[in-house]
């Protein structure tokens, strides 16, 4: 299970394009360097999937507004 503080330190994400709208979370990753590396280690395994890194910020807005108040 994953707990708001792994999210807030993990922000670096790759995903995964299922289909047209759809998108997977494969990854989560501290830094942007790490999250690369892994990205090459998939293309490597999935030559054909369409995978990006994005630096997820909602997570973050979440747990701050969860804990205002």
Not at 26 to 52: F, S, V, W
């Amino acid at each position: 299970m994953t707990t708001n503080y792994q999210l807030a330190i993990s922000p670096w994400c790759i995903f995964k394009r299922i289909s047209s709208g759809y998108q997977m979370c494969i990854a989560r990753l501290r830094t942007r360097a790490e999250a690369e590396k892994y990205l090459e280690c998939l293309k490597q395994l999935m030559p054909n999937a369409h995978l990006e890194i994005v630096f997820s910020t909602e997570d973050l807005k979440r747990e701050n507004s969860t804990n205002v108040g």
